[in-house]
């Protein structure tokens, strides 16, 4: 093996239970090399970019070998990094820069399905039904008089049925898109094949895992209907995410899966972890995923999903806060991926909605546990609405009308002109356009500009690393309910020092004392003494030592 030697950065095990981690969405992050998609030498170029915002660690969404089917999700070989990314040797110079910066390096595995082109589903197309390489999928014949019906009603989640025929009759299964065939899970080389993949990156220093679908790749046994699809006219069942039941996610016997995991993780130096994708009916179902012999981190897309209430947040930040302290797990607070429209878009777009967006960054920073940061959050960027439908790549666009490509546009770096200097100089491709509006977002016109939401994300990830209130054997969430209704108002503190978050959304401006003074604010306060007011769609972190 040619890795470098990992590199163990402090001897902190723990450092994932408070860390702030920056998913980078490699395609659109940096291009190093001027043909329009983002790469991994482009990642390293820019890491001290990232260590003086002041995260404590990067996630790599898929970088391997792939016909990028579904942005990389789709993975046809998961111990090499595909060209258009790089080579393994960038991987290990970037995680090397990556650790002297003190930043830790968590990448994609994506265990649910492989690409088409996988060698092994390659293999199992050309052997026959019954055989040993059909068996590493799932496969089955069809329903009807001649097997011309699917096995089962269950609906892809990009759309469309979730089964695919192949010339000799049988049907294989693929909860996303076709290109994206479903592992069985049941079969004792899946599941080596995993365990091998692990250490491969793990040998290579990675200091965690993120876990695609982490909730699915366990199927109810005989692959029973759900009883509904938007196919036949009704419910998605895709609206289930999250909500409900369904016989292909969030099966028991996948928890078996990640206990066999944790023991090789944990047998590597230096804390490395995992944190699931995983959607589940309840959040109680959602902690099975997390403890200290499965997972260590979860997702709380109910956070991200709050709509801008006071009440909407209070709950979903309480009902976590339960659920992380009864299995002894860190909340994982999250508002932005490449799935989800970005939160500035979702909380109303425009002015109003940076301006909630920058107040709901500030919430989620002053809770307890981990936070993860969608790149280009920290600049502000909105969904990009109006990009040209012949433009857009998501694999669910042609199949439902609805595409995440509008959170997925390159990040602006600096300059007038699009692609912002996303690539190198002169280099004018991007794969996806940036609109005019974003020269004003670039990190150079924001970077050292007062008020600017880059500096408002660099002032929090700093107050947040040095504050004892913040610090992760600080007190969790005392809720103070003298503010009013529509304004959310907790305490933290620790090593003597106390810091109080108060987020404004109600319609009117609120009053604050007694608070001490501002450390530091989503916007302008006004207000004389000791007094200040903050202002509606607004929050604000108070300090008393
Ligand atoms: C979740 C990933 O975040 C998403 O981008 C992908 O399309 C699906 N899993 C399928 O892998």
Redesign the pocket.
């Known amino acids: 093996m040619t890795a470098s030697t990992p590199t163990p950065l402090t001897s902190d095990d723990d450092w994932w239970r408070s860390a702030v981690v920056y998913q980078v969405y490699v395609r659109s992050f940096a291009d190093s090399n001027g043909d329009g998609v983002g790469d991994l030498q482009g990642i390293r170029e820019r890491l001290p970019y990232l260590r003086d915002l002041g995260v404590d660690a990067l996630w790599l ?1 898929p970088f391997y070998i792939s016909p990028m089917v ?2 990389g ?2 993975v046809a070989d998961y111990r090499d990094v595909d060209p258009m990314f790089g080579t393994l040797t960038d991987f290990d110079s970037m995680i090397t820069d990556a650790h002297a910066l003190g930043l830790r390096i968590i990448v994609d595995i ?1 265990p ?2 492989t690409s088409s082109a996988h060698p092994w589903f390659v293999a199992a197309l050309a052997a026959a039904p019954g055989s040993p390489e059909r068996a590493r999928y799932l496969f089955a014949e069809g329903r009807g008089g001649h097997g011309e019906l699917p096995p089962n009603d269950w609906e892809s ?2 759309g469309g049925p979730a089964w695919t025929r192949v010339p000799d009759g049988q049907w294989y299964l693929h909860l ?1 898109d076709p290109a ?1 065939p479903d592992l069985n899970w049941r079969h004792p080389e899946v599941r080596a094949e995993f365990e091998g993949v692990l250490r491969f990156w793990l040998d290579r220093g990675v200091d965690g895992f993120r876990i ?2 982490a909730h699915g790749m366990i199927k109810a046994e005989g692959l029973p209907d759900v009883g509904f699809n938007s196919m036949t006219g009704g419910r998605r069942q895709s609206e289930l995410l999250g909500k409900g039941r369904l016989p292909y996610f969030d099966q028991d016997e996948v928890h078996e899966i990640y206990r066999a995991w944790r023991p090789i993780l944990d047998s590597y130096p230096g804390g490395r972890m995992a944190v699931a ?1 995983a959607w589940a009916e309840t959040p109680q179902r959602l902690a099975r995923y997390i403890g200290p012999d499965e997972l260590h981190q979860a997702f709380s897309f109910d956070f991200l999903d709050a709509t801008w209430s006071a009440d909407s947040f209070r709950k979903v930040i309480d009902t976590a806060l339960a659920e992380a302290t009864i299995v002894g797990a860190p909340t994982t607070w999250v508002l932005s ?3 989800k429209q970005r939160h500035v878009t979702r909380y109303g777009d425009g002015e109003v909605g940076l301006r909630r967006a920058r107040a709901a960054s500030l919430l989620m920073l002053a809770l307890p546990g981990c936070a993860y940061l969608y790149q280009g959050e920290e600049l502000g960027l909105p969904e990009v609405l109006d990009l040209p439908d012949e433009l857009r790549q998501d694999p669910s666009f042609l199949r439902t009308g609805e595409s ?1 490509d509008g959170c997925r546009v390159p990040i602006p770096w600096s300059g007038e002109l699009a692609p912002y200097g996303f690539g190198p100089a002169g280099s004018e491709l991007s794969w996806l356009p940036a609109p005019a509006t974003w020269a004003a977002l670039s990190v150079a016109a924001q970077a050292g500009t007062p008020g600017s939401t880059l500096e408002l994300y660099r002032a929090a990830l700093r107050a947040r690393r040095a504050h004892p209130a913040l610090a992760r054997d600080a007190d969790g969430v005392t809720w103070l309910e003298t503010t009013g209704p529509g304004v959310l108002a907790f305490r933290r503190t620790g090593g003597g020092a106390e810091l109080t978050c108060v987020v404004n959304l109600s319609d009117a401006p609120v009053q604050i004392d007694g608070y001490g003074q501002p450390v530091v604010a989503s916007a302008e306060l006004t207000g004389q003494g000791t007094g200040h007011v903050l202002p509606v769609d607004a929050a604000a972190w108070f300090e008393r030592r």
């Open positions: 969404t579904d942005g999700y789709d994506v649910n399905h989640i990009f996303f994206q695609d679908v994708e991926n490449h799935d995440r």
